[in-house]
């Protein structure tokens, strides 16, 4: 991290550059980053765990407030993020973070609210009116969360690097184990407190959503104090030229930022990334419904997130150690790690598939535990690989994708994520009994081969440097940014 000089500080005592921080405050710019990120990625995992508990209190008979939620979410989504990433490739970078983490928070205090209305009211038309306007509240928050983590984790870890391949490994890769450990402890913290409340449903929800409000006030402020200081410590992200606004109404941003990405040699890659969300191979909500159908003890369930979520430690741990050795020479290169990481996901869940196969064809018989063991097992233990893939087409966009368009790109990568998933909770409305899982787990399987796939193609492609040549125009407007890499910045 390049910190501020001499010159640079009496420039800002001057008023000709932007307040820097002395040089012995920006030698822990990298725990205000990590602080951030627990900070704000315990909240979101809480939340994101919070909703569906909280609406199953609210409405115990029915998934469709749930379903409902999570699907409207991910839509939405998939079509603002094309247009939010021209956020970031335009406005400045300070006033951006601070405004997600102001709209992030007042969505969610909002939302609490509205969920503590919701037990005092038994009118269905109030209660599905309350639900809607969650719904709608909801939306810019999710927005403000993946438009500041896209602009912290493609924008702001990479300038803060400053090129520097192995800082920018290991940073990635502890901020991805923050967000996996919060993955699991907040989730775990929350459900504990709400166990002690009881069956009373007005008093968990009342309680339940105050846990959430409590967490956002208290937090807020230092979540921007910590932006503060990385802002003003690196001196790339304090005296940065200002940004060109981009013209052009919300539907030509979409196009544009479709258009920049399409013709971008990082495609296919982001596509490969984006089509594993098309999965309920994950320790999710679908997959343990259907675990505990076939007979799976309930021990066995929570101790299996657990154990992947280890799995998932240990993949982004692995990840700089493959990467690059202590004296940060390359033992394996990004674009290796991901060909291989991808195909060992596949193969993690090639046995899955035998397995579906033998009990859907009476083979032979099979114990309805027996399959969800199997099940259970390799989609574990095969996850250290998907972290480990995660971790390398992350780091490819962040090196062979220019500062000018990084938040486009990214922003419709984002969104493509957001419609993989909106794919497959759309398959499971359609495949929705017990007895139709296998469908779903055919689809999830298929949708990692394609992935690899994909990613191969790319590989042999691109993944010589001297064949990545960027050039890609700004916004329609401009004139082609050219960017040839070489191999020390790649």
Request: hydrophobic fraction near 50%.
């Amino acid at each position: 991290i390049r910190v501020a000089s001499e010159q640079d500080l009496k420039e800002s005592a001057n008023g000709s550059a932007a307040r820097v921080l002395p040089e012995n405050e920006t030698r822990v710019l990298p725990k205000y980053i990590y602080f951030n990120e627990l900070v704000s990625a315990f909240g979101d995992r809480m939340w994101q765990f919070a909703i569906p508990i909280l609406f199953m209190d609210v409405w115990p008979t029915s998934l469709l407030p749930t379903i409902l939620y999570t699907f409207v979410l991910n839509l939405a989504m998939f079509l603002l993020m094309p247009i939010a990433g021209s956020w970031i490739d335009s406005m400045s970078r300070l006033p951006l973070m601070v405004t997600t983490i102001v709209v992030d928070n007042v969505s969610v205090i909002a939302s609490c609210f509205l969920l503590k209305a919701t037990v005092a009211s038994k009118n269905q038309h109030l209660l599905w009116s309350i639900f809607s306007a969650i719904v709608l509240i909801s939306i810019p928050g999710q927005l403000a969360v993946n438009v500041g983590r896209v602009a912290l984790e493609k924008d702001w870890v990479p300038v803060v690097c400053e090129g520097d391949s192995k800082s920018l490994t290991v940073l990635n890769s502890r901020l991805k184990i923050i967000d996996l450990s919060c993955k699991f402890i907040a989730p775990m913290i929350f459900g504990i407190i709400l166990q002690l409340m009881g069956p009373d449903v007005e008093k968990r929800v009342s309680w339940g959503s105050n846990i959430v409000i409590m967490y956002n006030l208290l937090m807020a402020l230092p979540e921007g104090i910590c932006i503060y200081r990385v802002y003003f410590g690196c001196h790339r992200l304090a005296t940065a030229p200002k940004k060109k606004k981009l013209a052009g109404n919300p539907l030509w941003k979409f196009y544009d930022g479709w258009r920049v990405f399409v013709s971008h040699p990082i495609c296919l890659s982001c596509l490969s990334f984006s089509i594993l969300f098309t999965t309920v191979l994950s320790p999710g909500s679908l997959l343990i419904a259907f675990l505990k159908w076939v007979g799976v003890m309930e021990g066995l369930l929570g101790a299996s997130i657990g154990f992947g979520a280890l799995c998932g430690l240990l993949g982004a741990s692995l990840f700089p150690y493959m990467h690059e050795d202590k004296n940060g020479n390359e033992r394996i290169s990004l674009s290796t790690i991901g060909l291989s990481s991808v195909w060992l996901w596949f193969l993690h869940l090639f046995p899955i598939a035998v397995v579906l196969i033998i009990r859907q064809s009476n083979i032979t018989t099979l114990p309805p535990l027996v399959t969800g063991t199997v099940i259970l097992f390799f989609v574990c233990v095969g996850r250290t690989w998907l972290w480990v893939f995660d971790l390398a087409a992350n780091q490819l966009l962040q090196e062979r994708v220019s500062e000018g368009i990084r938040g486009r790109v990214s922003g419709v990568q984002s969104g493509n994520n957001q419609l993989f998933t909106v794919v497959i909770y759309a398959l499971g409305l359609i495949f929705h009994r017990p007895d139709e899982f296998y469908i779903l787990c055919y689809a999830s399987i298929f949708s990692v081969l394609l992935s690899a796939i994909l990613f191969t193609v790319w590989y042999i492609r691109y993944s010589d440097i001297s064949k990545f040549t960027e050039a890609v125009p700004l916004s329609m407007n401009t004139t082609p940014e050219v960017m040839v890499l070489n191999d020390k910045s790649a």
